[in-house]
């Protein structure tokens, strides 16, 4: 059973950083796309970052320039650095491997 776990969400003032990870157990790393969700209350969830398994990425345009989107496939790990946080960037993010989904991280930015 493949099983996602993220980290690195917390309470970080506008301006600053965060790093996510999301580390996948079972055999699905390697061989499918990766991608980072995200979900603010009362709002739908929207994709933030992707990477191909060749390691073509894309951004939403919000965060494009902010945020980068990496693996480690050694740890069958994949991040989201987050730079120059702004408050719109509050939300619950969501790793996702193939069909996997990670159980979310809060991200909270104060102004």
């Known amino acids: 059973q493949v099983q996602l776990v993220e980290s690195g969400g917390g309470l970080v003032q506008a301006g600053g950083s965060l790093t996510l990870s999301c580390a996948a157990s079972?055999?699905?790393?390697?061989?499918?796309?990766k991608a980072w969700y995200r979900q603010a209350p009362g709002k739908q969830r929207e994709l933030v970052a992707a990477?191909?398994?060749?390691?073509?990425?894309n951004y939403v345009d919000s965060v494009r320039g902010r945020f980068t989107i990496s693996t480690d496939n050694a740890k069958n790990t994949v991040y989201l650095q987050m730079n120059s946080l702004k408050v719109g960037d509050t939300a619950v993010y969501y790793c996702?491997?193939?069909?996997?989904w990670g159980q979310g991280t809060q991200v909270t930015v104060s102004s």
């Open positions: 079972g055999s699905i790393f390697r061989n499918n796309g």
């Open positions: 990477i191909t398994s060749g390691g073509f990425s």
């Open positions: 996702r491997v193939g069909p996997e």
